[in-house]
């Protein structure tokens, strides 16, 4: 049976027909053809899905689609704008915090919400805020690395920042 | 030829290529892609570690609304052959048919055993339940002693033991060393069963057409090694025309080149039933179960030894649980071969090994695949023979090493370690660890009742396949495993000037477009950014051989050997399309950067990379005689220094692989006496991985893999129970590390370049994965020294900790 | 990967949750944050036919702090963690920090903690230090029962099928009592072998006047070590004291095996969580911010 649900996505309004099993990570990515979101496991413990939803950074694996409507939803392809990359997306970039890619945009949104309520995170709290998120290439020290210098930049003064 | 420098891109941190559609979440993996009319395939799995399969009946399955296309077990074997026996499989006594299936029984747990194509996903797994395999269950075993025992169930009748292969292989007079020794350490070691979970597990998309003789496929796989998944469709399925398409790879690590193949068989068959592209992705306690481990191995060592440390010989005894299946039975013995002597100076060693069928997921290849464990022997040893000589751990190895001033070197074994300096290793570890003071904090911090432990591990990192090494352990095996290797690059200056490169070898996250576009660019000599790297493998179209996998490893060598000398081959083209057109000797032109050929005498005289690709493409009567127009080459790079021992000699010397990094590692811990955590408060590598062509990358790869050996160490494990249940089916479960958990790893770079490759690079990938486990052992064992703790084996979980210090047998799991 | 067909209803209100469940009884799962649930229907060790969604029922979702302290079944762990908790009720914090991560945190429920009822959770034994109740609805009425009487067994509590947690009461706690939960784990950020929640009653002269010591992951339900607490009543909570409580506490104890830690190590880890976690309460009866965490 289908359930209707509105549910915005990256700041747009969607209007569809979802099944009651259909996950969230499976409404973003066949669906709404938003494959940034992945899936590496079965049970919500490797934040390869991780999205927001109400701002709020959880695994799209552990909500059902039909459980977002109402509701809104930023992924990877909501970050940045017009193409150019945000100061998050262009710090793990420079940094090297990015080898084959799974992780990345679980990785982002973890570090956008760590820098929305926390502006000036030290390394405890960059490994706190993205414990949920496993990677299995870089051993994090250059992802930590990158979320830090990502703080620096957003902290700097506006027009300073340049990418 | 090594220009080891200056370079004008080479060693530059240059920006990442790959990384930008990474972020923007524009990576292309397998599960992205989607094909008109595509159907989801599950694939149904043994649920018990050893029976006999009775019957299996899809139908009822068949019926089910949605479902196009059912295979089982029993069909299989009908549909397919099996495989061919491959490298890894060499020098096994009996053959025994492999399928992509269980064929008649099943051997672990989680062992493919039917599967079908639906819809879509949902609807596949609801089908799956309907497909009835009726099971004789049968005894299973789970450790190898078990296997071997007297009445122990066989995994195969058909090779009459589970103990299903033995070799043995010695250099130098090993006899000699022991009756020379003054000291004979002994003592026996473990490394456990674990992997390196890619983050993407396996997936593949499947898309037969028939007609026109066998039909044409056409898969789109996560795989590494392309040759592997060519050869097994086209041998098992029997079509000639078969394409495999590979974009983003989320991880592989050396486990997406084996079992990997299975499921691509399956869903391909699935395909080539209904007529429809399938898609097959498997999930996550899947991969656990069946996606392929590193092996278990135990060891009994001995080593003859001199008072004042030095290592006459080495006796090493190994036996290796290999799981369920037969084709990978040898793969962590022989390459011990590659690393057998590690970083010493050293004149004997025998190496006697066993490999023994078991219950279990069967292994494969992994991040360093028998390295580590051999590094564990070596370094395991090492501190052992300081303990009881009395020395102080770093002397020790300082006393074996190969001496600097003695590269190249040849080892007993046959291989030549190109460059390197052991000794200033040691020196620049232990003086930017900061040794000496630690030793003083630690001799504090026990007053205190804590417990700190430092580590020493030391272990190169053999780079750069070569076929033939396993003929060193397999005289007798003729046509496979082959010798040498190769891989191309093809590469395109066009009427534009713009430069494209196209890779003979997949990508998974090691950076190789990027380090690609900067070895053109070095030679070309134009900015990296105009170097355009096409990111899709395809069979088709890409110039791949005998040595293309994605690996670091390998790619360091074949790959970048094979860009460098395409670029090369343009440049003197250019050069010499340059000279024509200027009607001056190539040798009086300087080739400068931005692709202008200038002359030397007059420099008013010059052309460009636009007019001369202009030129060839277009202008055709005006390309000299003899030369092909356009500006296109393909380069398949050969080792040039592969003699001596390029294949084994008569004593079986040979190169095993041909360019040596080699590193030191040092840990600092603190162990927690009451609960047995370890805490990793510093971790340093201090390596050579010769030159750097992007040192960000380097970084990654050198950090990445240290902190998978350490996760190895701390805990990260699989557990069987005894009746083959995996019991470990999640990562936590597993106990995969997290952002918590991994210390904050420091790198230092101390690279001499190796004299035999194009830029001195040597390999710069699963490196550091080899010293990691021993450099946590050795640490804890010293942090564990006042209590009289020896550390012998891995994992070193919390618990496996307080057993040690509470000396209570390793616990078993029922 | 996805769960067996089932039918969804989403209730508008408390009331229309309970005569969902009431109607459709062990057929039916109410669905709180889905961070236990949902892995459990993924991999289809659970099946119902119906879910009841109550994630949005707001009347669930309050935490009434007015004499006495009332959770709402559906606050979220990481409410619980940002909320500034006065010095007795640190146990609060200590429990939310320690679960999961930040993902399940943002959308796990204390309530549906507590009916999932995973041996290893965290929520029981930091409850039970704290004397809470949970208040049970059902389409029959309400009904009170103290969290160190909710666990039957390993993911079963007294709860019937038509019921649901509404809320959690945490009773006044003393102004100066203080409380501590460590977690022990093989790894930071895992599952608990061991965990101990004290909460502890300081008389005048500085000894324990009374604790509630809480066992957790270490059996197959968390529990209150009354023979341990009837030893600490009055006494000076010094090493000697944590060590023959902590004895006590082993003698009552039939821990279970399983990956993560044989009977045997919990059962040591057990009495090690329980010295760290007095040690801690003391420590902050002193006055100093000590963080609990995984030990």
């Known amino acids: ?163 | 030829m090594t220009s080891p420098g200056p370079f004008a891109y080479v060693g530059k941190p240059t920006p990442s290529r790959e990384a930008p559609r990474f972020v923007r979440g524009r990576g292309t993996f397998v599960d992205d892609i989607k094909l008109p009319g595509m159907l989801h395939a599950v694939i149904g799995r043994s649920p018990h570690a050893h029976a006999r399969i009775l019957s299996a009946d899809g139908s009822r399955a068949a019926r089910h609304p949605g479902v196009e296309a059912v295979v089982t077990s029993p069909e299989h074997v009908e549909l397919t052959s099996p495989f061919r026996p491959g490298r890894y499989a060499s020098g096994l006594g009996t053959h025994v048919p492999e399928y992509a299936m269980a064929a008649g029984k099943v051997r672990y747990v989680g062992e493919p055993v039917c599967a079908l194509a639906a819809s879509d996903r949902a609807t596949a797994e609801d089908a799956l339940s309907e497909i009835e395999v009726l099971y004789e269950t049968l005894e299973a075993v789970t450790s190898p002693a078990q296997a071997v025992a007297p009445g122990a169930p066989l995994l195969f009748d058909e090779v009459g033991s589970n103990e299903v292969w033995r070799n043995a292989i010695s250099y130098g007079d090993v006899e000699a060393a022991f009756r020379e020794a003054e000291v004979v350490v002994r003592h026996t070691l473990s490394m456990h069963r674990y992997s390196s979970t890619p983050l993407e597990p396996f997936a593949c998309v499947a898309s037969y057409e028939k007609g026109g003789g066998t039909g044409a496929l056409t898969v789109w796989c996560n795989a590494q090694a392309p040759e592997v998944i060519h050869d097994a469709l086209r041998e098992t399925l029997g079509i000639d025309d078969v394409r495999v398409v590979i974009t983003d790879i989320g991880g592989s690590f050396g486990q997406k080149i084996h079992l990997i193949r299975k499921y691509v068989v399956i869903t391909a068959l699935l395909s080539m039933r209904c007529g429809k592209p399938v898609k097959w992705a498997e999930d996550r306690t899947e991969h656990l179960m069946a996606g392929g481990h590193a092996c278990g191995q135990e060891f009994e060592v001995e080593a003859a030894v001199k008072r004042d440390g030095t290592v006459l010989g080495l006796r090493v005894r190994e036996v290796d649980d290999v799981g369920g299946s037969l084709s990978t039975a040898t793969i962590h013995f022989t390459n011990k071969l590659n690393n057998l002597f590690n970083t010493y100076r050293v004149g004997a060693i025998s190496l006697e090994g066993t490999a023994v069928v078991t219950n279990k997921c069967p292994v494969v290849p992994n991040r360093g695949i028998g390295k580590p464990a051999m590094c564990f022997v070596w370094e395991r040893t090492m501190d052992r023979i300081a303990a009881e000589l009395g020395m102080d751990r770093l002397e020790v190895r300082l006393k074996n090493v190969v001496p600097t001033g003695a590269f190249p070197y040849t080892t007993p074994s046959g291989n030549i370690y190109d460059s390197g300096d052991y000794e200033g290793l040691l020196h620049t570890a232990a003086e930017r660890m900061g040794y000496d003071e630690l030793k003083a904090e630690q001799a504090r911090a026990r007053t205190d009742g804590r417990y700190l432990g430092i580590g020493i591990a030391m272990g190169i990192e053999p780079g750069g396949r070569n076929l033939s090494r396993d003929l060193a352990l397999l005289p007798d095996v003729k046509g496979i495993p082959g010798s040498g290797g190769t891989s191309g690059a093809t590469l395109r200056i066009e009427r534009s000037g713009s430069v494209t490169v196209t890779l003979g070898v997949p990508s998974s996250g090691q950076g190789h477009e990027t380090t690609a576009a900067q070895v053109v660019a070095e030679v070309l000599r134009i900015p990296p950014e105009r170097v355009r790297v096409a990111s899709t493998f395809d069979t088709t179209a890409s110039p791949w051989g005998g040595a293309s996998t994605n690996s670091g490893n390998n790619f360091h060598l074949y790959e970048i050997g094979a860009v460098h000398g395409a670029a090369t081959q343009l440049r003197d083209k250019l050069l010499a399309l340059a000279a024509s057109v200027l009607g001056l000797p190539a040798d009086e032109l300087s080739f400068e950067s931005d692709g202008v050929v200038r002359s030397k005498a007059d420099p008013a005289r010059k052309t460009g990379l636009v007019e001369l690709a202009r030129l060839a493409y277009n202008n055709t009567v005006l390309v000299p005689d003899g030369m092909e127009p356009g500006l296109q080459t393909t380069f398949m790079y050969r080792f040039p220094h592969a003699q001596p021992f390029a294949v084994p000699d008569e004593q079986r010397r040979v190169r095993a692989q041909f360019t040596f990094p080699a590193s030191v590692h040092m840990a600092l811990v603190e162990v927690d006496v009451s609960t047995g955590r370890v805490d990793v408060l510093r971790y340093l590598v201090v390596g050579d991985n010769g030159t750097i062509i992007n040192p960000g990358v380097v970084e990654g790869q050198v950090i990445g893999s240290a902190a998978h050996g350490i996760s190895v160490a701390l805990g990260e494990a699989f557990a069987y129970g005894s009746d083959g249940q995996l019991l470990t089916r999640t990562l936590r479960d597993y106990g995969k590390s997290t952002t918590l958990t991994t210390p904050s790893i420091e790198v230092e770079h101390r690279g001499m370049p190796s004299p035999f490759t194009p830029l001195g690079q040597k390999a710069a990938g699963e490196g550091a994965a080899i010293p990691s486990p021993a450099a946590i052992a050795s640490a804890v064992e010293d942090a564990l020294e006042p209590l009289g703790v020896r550390v012998r084996d891995l994992p070193l979980g919390p618990e496996s900790v307080w057993r040690l210090i509470n000396g209570l047998p390793e616990r078993v799991f029922d | 990967m996805y769960p067996q067909p089932f039918e969804y209803v989403r209730p508008e209100s408390v009331g229309h949750a309970l005569e969902l469940l009431a109607q459709h009884g062990a057929d039916a799962r109410p669905l709180a944050g889905g961070q236990s649930l949902l892995p459990l229907m993924k991999q289809r060790l659970a099946t119902p036919r119906v879910v009841v969604d109550i994630g949005r029922l707001e009347d669930l979702a309050r935490v009434e702090d007015d004499g006495s302290l009332r959770i709402g079944s559906l606050v979220t762990h990481a409410a619980i963690e940002a909320r500034d908790w006065p010095a007795p009720l640190a146990l609060l914090y200590d429990g939310a920090s320690v679960i999961g991560d930040v993902q399940v945190r943002n959308l796990g429920t204390m309530g549906g903690a507590l009916a999932h009822a995973d041996p290893v959770g965290d929520w029981g034994p930091v409850l039970q230090a704290l004397d809470a109740s949970v208040r049970i609805g059902s389409a029959r009425g309400e009904r009170e029962v103290p969290v160190a009487e909710l666990f039957t067994d390993a993911f079963s509590t007294v709860l019937g099928p038509d019921e649901l947690i509404t809320a959690i009461d945490v009773p006044a706690q003393d102004a100066a009592a203080t409380g501590a939960y460590v977690k022990l784990a093989r790894r930071v950020g895992d599952a608990g072998v061991a965990t101990v929640a004290v909460q502890v009653r300081w008389a005048g002269d500085g000894t324990c006047a009374s604790a509630a010591v809480a066992v957790g992951a270490a059996a197959s339900v968390p529990f209150r070590a009354s023979e341990a607490e009837a030893f600490l009543a009055g006494r000076t909570l010094d090493e000697a004291a944590a060590g023959e409580a902590a004895r006590l506490v082993q003698a009552a104890l039939t821990p279970f095996s399983d990956v993560r830690g044989s009977a045997e190590y919990r059962r040591d880890m057990v009495a090690v969580a329980l010295t760290r976690a007095l040690g801690i309460a003391s420590r902050r009866h002193a006055g100093e911010r000590v963080e609990a965490g995984y030990g």
């Open chain 1, 1 to 163: 049976m289908k359930h209707h649900v509105q549910i915005e996505v990256n700041g747009r309004p969607r209007d569809d027909w979802v099944e009651e099993r259909e996950l969230l990570v499976t409404y973003l990515r066949e669906t709404l053809g938003l494959t940034g979101t992945h899936v590496g496991c079965v049970v919500g413990e490797c934040g390869a899905c991780s999205v927001h939803l109400d701002g709020a950074l959880v695994k799209s694996c552990l909500v059902l689609a039909v459980q977002a409507g109402g509701r809104s939803v930023r992924t990877v392809e909501g970050l940045g704008r017009g193409g150019e990359l945000d100061a998050v997306q262009a710090s793990f970039v420079d940094a090297y915090g990015v080898q084959c890619g799974y992780c990345t945009p679980g990785m982002l949104l973890a570090a956008h919400a760590l820098l929305d309520r926390n502006p000036d995170p030290d390394e405890a709290d960059v490994r706190r805020a993205l414990a949920g998120n496993v990677c299995m290439c870089t051993g994090y020290v250059q992802i930590v690395r990158a979320v830090l210098d990502a703080a620096r930049r957003m902290r700097a003064p506006a027009g300073s920042e340049r990418r």
